[in-house]
Nanobody
């Protein structure tokens, strides 16, 4: 089992930057893919970016060129660098981890509690 704790959210002006962090603990060596999601009030949770254990990344079209996902395996941490922020980026951002303890197990998905990002002038 994996526990995830996000940090780094806050209030920022349009065009500004924030860096989110997600610290993982527990069965960290079984983690395959980590991701950032976001959810605005009244809207469904949206996938923002993913990063595999090998470092392969994928991004939502809405944030391509502005956000960068990265991970530090030695520190068991995943990051989301957010630049050129827009008001529509306002949401609670959630860290997630997908893990498969052995090839005989299914994939499991875990979530952090989220961190608020507000982009406003």
């Amino acid at each position: 089992q994996v526990q995830l704790v996000e940090s780094g959210g806050g209030l920022v002006q349009p065009g500004g930057s924030l860096r989110l962090s997600c610290a993982a603990s527990g069965s960290i060596f079984s983690i395959n893919t980590m991701a950032w999601y976001r959810q605005a009030p009244g809207k469904e949770r949206e996938l923002v970016a993913t990063i595999s254990s090998g470092g392969s990344t994928n991004y939502a079209d809405s944030i391509k060129g502005r956000f960068t996902i990265s991970r530090d395996n030695a520190k068991n941490t995943v990051f989301l660098q957010m630049n050129s922020l827009r008001p529509e980026d306002t949401a609670v951002y959630y860290c997630s981890a997908t893990l498969r303890p052995t090839i005989s197990d299914p994939y499991y998905h875990y979530w952090g509690q989220g961190t608020q990002v507000t982009v406003s002038s």
